[in-house]
């Protein structure tokens, strides 16, 4: 991309200036540490020039929406239609939880964002033992569709974006969400949005799973395969590096093993004959943003260039939306503080404007309250009027990728892809995603890599300020704290009762049994049975039960 006799030259000035004027200036005034590093851990000059990016071709940058989308997947990004602005919610009941729908919608928001509580994500119902205080209070609580009709009150499903962090019961939430699409006449190809479903960072980093990982694929290849078939702007699965990050992982290994884990997905639905074109436009991807400003930047553009690779390379795709990495993107709960909540505004708004830099499709932004609990209306707000600043007043979206062509972010980039490309083949080599999850490699890596930055932490390397610099002392929290009805799970567990007692008993049994059988016939997909289980209000913790029972459950093994 560059002259030879300019990158010789540029060469040449900067060892003069590093013999002359830089070594003078040291000589007076040394530098605070004796290296400098990205929080991954990549080694950083003190400077950049065009020799550090000397081997940069065009190809590997092209322009926006040209393969391989460095740069960024849609040809006018921003000019044409600002990311969507998916602030999540979920507490109490669905009726609670649409409540804060409609004020966010009110405030600005374009797209919903579903978190659901404990028993709904691992499969029990509200009235279940194990369910006993935890019903609404870190998400929402969903039993049965009659929830779901309470969530979505009011929202027309055919014009707003739904996302739904959900993974174990994933399956069920799309059921329930596409039977209240009917029951209301709607487009089935017309609804937008996702469900999160990416189990295998689970086994690797979350931590919350039902079945053993070879039957819980199979439920991904069947609800890849029928949204792929039934539902033409939905994608399936978000597959997510946020929780592998916020488990400790660099922004390196975040990249790499959302990459292996999206490599196994691809492997098992081509495996069952379906061609990848056909299901791989409506795969999506879930990152965070990160507090190194410039590496998570040069993170996410190096991401959508290794996915075009591999999609082009790995898997044969063809059509450029099967190579084009869109991706939803979350500022850093991991890096919010109690201490002095109101930094946690500031880090957001960077980590926010990273994302945006980087060429996010979907932006969630954290709330200044969230070390403390679910945020409140005012914290929510605030995080959602700090991503419309950024798209209203800085400008920053008005140029595409406006730092393509630096000389940091774009050896940055590549260094990024470089050491990703080498973490994907030691996964080949291990005998792929699945085997290396069994033997516990992902997960040691990122033990070993939060151990690290505790111990920076607490050593003050990284600062971290409020907490290990510019402390002050202990205070009362200073900020309103969002705390959920005590009446929830009774209210919720009597609409259950309610639920089960008019339903058609013998229609449900039935059809679970038919759900059942489908399982054992690997060859089945379970969605259609589902979606009608559920209209017939099975509830959640009912289907989960009889796959359970023939599926078993997941045991992971110890990793020190």
């Known amino acids: 991309m560059f002259d030879r006799d300019e990158i010789v030259r540029a060469g040449a000035l900067r060892a003069a200036w590093e013999a002359g004027e830089l070594r003078a200036f040291l000589d007076r005034q040394p530098e605070s540490r004796p290296e400098y590093r990205t929080l991954s851990g990549l080694p950083l000059k003190r400077v950049y020039t065009a020799e550090d990016i000397k081997d940069l071709r065009q190809e590997d940058l092209g322009l926006p929406g040209q393969y391989p989308y460095t740069r960024g997947p849609y040809p006018t990004m921003y000019r044409g239609r600002l990311w969507t602005m998916?602030?999540?919610?979920?507490?109490?009941?669905?009726?609670?939880?649409?409540?804060?729908?409609?004020?966010?919608?009110?405030?600005?928001?374009?797209?919903?964002?579903?978190?659901?509580?404990?028993?709904?994500?691992?499969?029990?119902?509200?009235?279940?033992?194990?369910?006993?205080?935890?019903?609404?209070?870190?998400?929402?609580?969903?039993?049965?569709?009659?929830?779901?009709?309470?969530?979505?009150?009011?929202?027309?499903?055919?014009?707003?974006?739904?996302?739904?962090?959900?993974?174990?019961?994933?399956?069920?939430?799309?059921?329930?969400?596409?039977?209240?699409?009917?029951?209301?006449?709607?487009?089935?190809?017309?609804?937008?949005?996702?469900?999160?479903?990416?189990?295998?960072?689970?086994?690797?980093?979350?931590?919350?799973?039902?079945?053993?990982?070879?039957?819980?694929?199979?439920?991904?290849?069947?609800?890849?395969?029928?949204?792929?078939?039934?539902?033409?702007?939905?994608n399936p699965i978000n597959i997510s590096g946020y929780h592998i990050s916020e488990a400790g992982a660099t922004s390196v290994q975040e990249v790499a093993f959302t990459m292996a884990n999206a490599i196994a997905y691809v492997d098992e639905v081509t495996r069952a004959g379906v061609p990848v074109d056909e299901f791989a436009p409506r795969l999506a991807f879930y990152f965070v943003a990160q507090n190194d400003f410039f590496e998570e930047i040069a993170k996410f553009r190096a991401a959508r260039r290794i996915y075009a690779r591999i999609m082009k390379d790995r898997f044969g795709a063809t059509k450029p939306e099967s190579m084009r990495l869109r991706f939803h993107c979350q500022t850093a709960a991991a890096t919010l503080t109690r201490a002095q909540p109101m930094n946690n505004v500031v880090r957001t708004a960077l980590q926010a404007l990273a994302a945006v830099l980087g060429g996010a499709q979907s932006l969630h932004t954290n709330g200044l309250d969230e070390a403390y609990a679910i945020p409140s209306e005012e914290a929510m707000k605030l995080a959602l009027r700090t991503q419309q600043i950024i798209a209203e007043e800085s400008r920053v979206a008005v140029v595409i990728d406006p730092l393509g062509g630096s000389y940091y972010v774009e050896a940055l980039t590549n260094e990024i892809e470089r050491r990703v490309f080498e973490i994907l083949a030691k996964v080949d080599a291990l005998g792929g995603t699945i085997k290396a999850v069994e033997e516990g490699y992902f997960q040691r890596e990122i033990a070993d890599s939060a151990y690290d930055t505790a111990r920076r932490r607490a050593s003050g390397d990284q600062p971290l300020i409020g907490v290990n610099r510019f402390v002050e002392p202990a205070a009362p929290v200073p900020v309103p704290i969002h705390k959920v009805d005590a009446a929830v799970e009774a209210r919720q567990v009597a609409r259950l009762h309610e639920v089960r007692r008019r339903r058609d008993g013998a229609k449900v049994a039935a059809l679970l049994d038919r759900l059942e059988a489908e399982a054992k016939n690997p060859d089945a997909n379970l969605m259609p049975v589902t979606i009608e289980a559920v209209t017939a209000r099975a509830t959640l913790g009912e289907i989960v039960a009889r796959l359970r029972g023939l599926f078993g459950a997941y045991i992971e093994k110890p990793v020190f």
């Open 86 to 234: 998916r602030q999540i919610a979920g507490f109490g009941t669905g009726e609670d939880t649409n409540g804060r729908f409609r004020y966010l919608i009110e405030q600005g928001q374009t797209g919903l964002s579903v978190d659901f509580d404990m028993p709904t994500l691992m499969g029990y119902d509200s009235d279940d033992p194990r369910s006993l205080g935890e019903v609404g209070r870190e998400g929402v609580a969903v039993d049965t569709l009659d929830d779901v009709q309470d969530l979505f009150a009011g929202v027309d499903l055919e014009k707003i974006s739904v996302s739904m962090t959900i993974n174990p019961t994933a399956w069920i939430l799309l059921a329930m969400y596409v039977a209240l699409a009917q029951s209301r006449g709607c487009d089935l190809n017309r609804l937008s949005g996702t469900v999160q479903a990416d189990i295998l960072k689970e086994y690797i980093a979350q931590k919350e799973w039902i079945f053993p990982i070879r039957p819980s694929m199979r439920i991904m290849r069947d609800m890849i395969v029928w949204s792929a078939r039934n539902m033409a702007r939905y």
